[in-house]
C-alpha cells in the first residue's frame, strides 16, 4: 500500500513539481507571498530565465565515474554545493518550520541560515545543534537592536553572520498587496471561501496560525502580538544605513561576516577594504528592487571584483542542478535556495527538504559526470561555452 509520504515523493521529482504541489495545499496568498516578486516581477522572471542563456560545454572523455559534491567553506564541510538562505516566516508554510529548516540541512549535510524573520526564537533554532548555521541581520534604524541580535547569535553559536543590504525599504510586491496579505493573517469572506479548499493545510496549522511571530523581536519578558512586531520591524528599516554601519558590525562580529545583496562591483571591492569574509550575490529573489539585473549575469562581475580573496556565494531562481553548475563555473563558491526551500518545507516539512535537497544532490551528480568532472573544484570556466567562442585561452 501506498503512504501519503510515498505518494508526495513520487510526484515530486524536482523542484518546479514540488512548487506545483505546494501550492495545490497552500491558500492563495500565502502561496503568493512567497512565490511571488515586487511589481512587474521582471527580476524575479529574469533570475531564472538567465541561467538558460549559460551553456555547458562537457568533456565526457575526462573520466568522471565517482563524483564528489563536497565543498569547503571556512572550515566547515558541506556535503553539496547548496544550502539554505534565509526565508521569514517559515513556520507558516509547516508548524515549527525554522527547525525543520534546520534539521534538514543537518540531515543533509549542508548548511542552513536563519533569517532575523524567523517564527522561531533564534536560540531555539540553535539548539537542534546542527551546523554550519548562520544568521542573517539587518541594519536596524534601532543600532542597539543590530548589535543585540549580532551578540545573541555570537552566544548561540552560530558560525556566520549575513548583513542583508538589500531591505533598507519594503519592496513593493503587488501580489500581496491585491491578496490583502497581512501578518497576522486576516480572513475576509473570499479569504474563507478560498481556505475550504485548503483542508490539508488548515489542519496541519490548526492551533499554529495563533502562535505565528517574529521570534527575535520579542524582548524578554514582553507579550508583544505579531501586529505590533510586523509594525517594530517595519519601522526598524533604515535607508541611511552606510558604510560606516558595517565596520561598526565587523566591530561587534567576531567570525566570518557576510553581505547579501551585493550586484555593483564597487561595492564588492569596497567590502574587501572593510574587512568583509564573503559575499552573496542577491537581488533577494526579485522581492526588492525590480529591474535589478539577474544574479547568474552579474556574477562575473563580483567574482572579478574580488579577484578571489573572499568567497563570493550566489542565490536567486535556482531551481536545477545545472544552475548550481552553472554558478560555479562562473566563479560562485556556493549557491543558496529561497522559495524552493518552502516548497520542500510545505508538500513534506523536514522530510520535504531533505527530499528537496536530494533532487539538487542527484540532479548536480548527473550534470557532474554528463560534463566529465568529478570534484567541485573541477567545475571550471572551461565548462562554459561562451569562453571558447570567445577564442582559445592562451
Ligand atoms: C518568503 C521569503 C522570505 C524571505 N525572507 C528573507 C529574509 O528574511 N532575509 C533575507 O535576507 N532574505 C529573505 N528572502 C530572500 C532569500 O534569502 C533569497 O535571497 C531569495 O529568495 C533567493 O531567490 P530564490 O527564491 O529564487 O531562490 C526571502 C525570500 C522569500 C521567498
Known amino acids: 500500500m501506498t503512504t501519503p509520504r510515498q505518494a508526495w515523493q513520487r510526484r515530486a ?137 549580532a551578540e545573541r547569535a555570537a552566544k548561540s553559536g552560530y558560525d556566520a553572520l549575513v548583513l542583508t543590504i538589500d531591505n533598507q525599504l519594503l519592496g513593493n510586491r503587488e501580489r500581496d498587496i491585491r491578496n490583502g496579505f497581512a501578518i497576522p493573517p486576516r480572513f475576509g469572506v473570499s479569504g474563507l471561501a478560498g481556505m475550504a479548499f485548503k483542508a490539508e493545510w488548515l489542519w496541519r496549522m490548526r492551533g499554529e496560525i495563533r502562535r505565528i511571530t517574529f521570534g527575535n523581536y520579542v524582548r524578554p519578558n514582553e507579550t508583544a502580538d505579531i501586529k505590533t512586531l510586523a509594525g517594530r520591524m517595519a519601522s526598524l528599516l533604515d535607508p541611511s544605513m552606510s558604510w560606516a554601519d558595517v565596520d561598526e558590525l565587523r566591530r561587534v562580529w567576531a567570525g566570518p561576516l557576510f553581505l547579501k545583496g551585493i550586484l555593483h562591483p564597487h561595492e564588492a571591492k569596497a567590502a574587501l577594504e572593510h574587512g568583509i569574509d564573503g559575499l552573496i550575490v542577491s537581488n533577494h529573489g526579485g522581492r526588492q528592487l525590480d529591474g535589478a539585473p539577474a544574479t547568474i549575469d552579474v556574477l562575473p ?25 552553472k554558478a560555479l563555473a562562473l566563479g560562485a563558491k556556493a549557491c543558496l535556495i529561497g522559495r524552493p526551500q518552502l516548497w520542500g518545507l510545505t508538500v513534506g516539512g523536514e522530510a520535504g527538504v531533505v527530499h528537496l535537497l536530494d533532487i539538487y544532490r542527484r540532479e548536480i551528480d548527473r550534470v557532474m559526470g554528463l560534463c566529465g568532472v568529478s570534484r567541485i573544484a573541477d567545475i571550471g570556466a572551461d565548462l562554459l561555452f561562451t569562453n571558447i567562442q570567445n577564442g582559445p585561452r592562451r
Open 13 to 149: 521529482y524536482n523542484v518546479e513539481a514540488m512548487r506545483l504541489l505546494a501550492r495545490a495545499v497552500l491558500p492563495p496568498p500565502f502561496f503568493d507571498f512567497a512565490d511571488g516578486g515586487a511589481e512587474k516581477e521582471c527580476t524575479l522572471r529574469r533570475n531564472e530565465a538567465a541561467f538558460d542563456e549559460v551553456e555547458l560545454l562537457p568533456h565526457p572523455l575526462s573520466g568522471a565515474s565517482e563524483r564528489d559534491l563536497s565543498v569547503s567553506l571556512f572550515g566547515k564541510e558541506l556535503s553539496l554545493p547548496v544550502m539554505i538562505g534565509p526565508a521569514g516566516l517559515a513556520g507558516l508554510f509547516w508548524p515549527d518550520g525554522e527547525r525543520c529548516l534546520a534539521r534538514a540541512a543537518g540531515r543533509a549535510g549542508t548548511g542552513f541560515c536563519l533569517s532575523h524573520g524567523s517564527v522561531a526564537p533564534l536560540e531555539d533554532v540553535a539548539a537542534c545543534g546542527t551546523s554550519p548555521r548562520w544568521m542573517q541581520i539587518f541594519i536596524y534604524r534601532d543600532r542597539a537592536f543590530t548589535r543585540e541580535l
Open 301 to 325: 562581475y563580483i567574482v572579478a571584483a574580488v579577484g578571489g580573496s573572499i568567497p563570493v556565494l550566489i542565490d536567486g531562481g535556482i531551481r536545477r542542478g545545472s544552475d548550481v553548475v
